[in-house]
């Protein structure tokens, strides 16, 4: 079942903060954040397992609450750099990593100066 | 620095031709998946492969679409015939799954099919 994420859409200053939120229906062994330049492939940001921890990656983070079965990406003082499309992938399967995950339909987010 | 590799880049074809799509896996890792990328769906995994076996190729048209991995650094995925409906970015990505510590994908630069 694919992962809901919002907003669909974002338009950011720069130094402003944002949240993308994705939802399951089902229960989450992990949950895998991308982020897409136009025209360019998915890069990898981080990855958030079974256990609500929250990771970091620069000035972006992201928690996970399994038992809602959501997790959050924020950007804090963002860059011009944040442009682009940010993806939560998600993997449902209880007993271990499978590594094949489903994809949101994207959160677009447009950084201005 | 490693990293997936697909060919062609950028495909134009007419309807009914056989396109084939390359990608070469970072070595060393065990699961290829193959996406499927378009403006009204999104990314959608088309297959994958763990240790080259099919494990989930459901989110295929079987009828026309084929995905295989003749060997650890190579996988392919053939449509046969094309239609203009399968116009989209097709990624390849690669990763590597160890047990409970969850895996990364990294993808390759997609290959852009355009069918007329």
């Known amino acids: 079942q694919q992962p809901v994420q919002s907003p669909q859409a974002v338009i950011l200053r720069e130094g402003e903060d944002a949240v993308i939120n994705c939802s399951s229906s089902?229960?989450?062994?992990?949950v895998h954040w991308y982020r897409q330049k136009h025209g360019e492939a998915p890069v990898f940001l981080m990855i958030l397992l079974k256990g609500g921890e929250q990771k970091g990656h620069d000035k972006i983070s992201a928690s996970f609450n399994e038992k809602k079965q959501q997790s959050s990406l924020y950007l804090t003082a963002s860059q011009l750099s944040y442009s682009g499309t940010y993806f939560c992938g998600t993997e449902d399967f209880d007993g271990g990593s499978q590594g094949n995950l489903i994809f949101g339909k994207g959160t677009k987010l447009s950084v201005k100066p | 620095d490693a990293r997936v590799t697909q060919t062609p880049r950028d495909k134009v074809t007419e309807m009914g031709q056989e396109v084939t799509m390359r990608c070469q896996p970072i070595?060393?890792?065990?699961?290829v998946f193959w996406y499927r990328q378009t403006m009204m769906q999104g990314l959608e995994l088309l297959a994958y492969f763990r240790n080259r076996a099919p494990l989930d190729d459901s989110g295929m048209p079987k009828d026309r679409f084929s995905a295989e991995m003749p060997d650890a650094t190579l996988a392919t995925l053939k449509i046969q015939p094309s239609e203009p409906r399968d116009s989209a970015v097709y990624f390849c990505a690669s990763g590597l799954v160890l047990g409970a510590s969850g895996s990364k994908q990294f993808f390759g630069p997609g290959t852009r099919l355009t069918v007329l």
């Open positions: 070595l060393g890792h065990n699961t």
């Open positions: 089902k229960a989450l062994y992990s």
